[in-house]
């Protein structure tokens, strides 16, 4: 599996799906369309600055709220290549890996690293290297199943491949 580096988007605790993909945006299941309005509630700044690669990294309890599959498309879609935070809901961090976006659970990292920093996620370890800083961290790595997965971009693209 492959690593993810790019530049951070920083969030606090309890980030929710309302915010991540607002809830007016709904009448619409096309991913380009989602990504126009990723988190434009909470930072109307993103999606014009977020380039391909480019990592979120908030605190606790991302993706909480409601279990729409919407939050995880709309960040992949708007070229997101990993999110990282202390804690994920579990639905959404399900959501994520169905659809192939890469999340990390790290308490230190999710502390530790700022908005700006030029961040590197090694997806066979875990291994989280702050570029910025030099620091590195020891995030939880996906297992192999959970792997494939992301490699063929979603669960349903994994299953038609088998």
Excluded: W
């Excluded at 509630?41 to 409601?66: L, M, P, R, W, Y």
């Amino acid at each position: 599996m492959k690593a993810a580096c790019g530049t951070v988007f920083k969030y606090g605790d309890n980030v929710d799906t309302d915010v991540i993909i607002p809830a007016r945006y709904l009448n619409s299941s096309d991913p380009k369309e989602l990504a126009l309005h990723c988190m434009e509630d909470i930072d109307k700044e993103f999606i014009k600055e977020v380039k391909t690669g480019d990592i979120i990294v908030a605190e606790k309890n991302f993706g909480c709220g409601s279990s729409r599959e919407h939050a995880p498309i709309a960040i992949k879609a708007a070229g997101v290549s990993c999110v990282i935070a202390e804690t994920f809901a579990r639905i959404f961090y399900r959501n994520s890996i169905n659809i192939g976006l890469p999340i990390v659970e790290c308490k230190e990292a999710a502390a530790e690293i700022q908005a700006g920093d030029e961040v590197e996620v090694d997806f066979d370890t875990g291994v989280i290297t702050d570029k910025t800083t030099g620091k590195t961290y020891q995030g939880q790595a996906f297992p192999e199943f959970m792997q494939k997965i992301i490699d063929c971009q979603g669960l349903v693209n994994y299953i038609n491949q088998k």
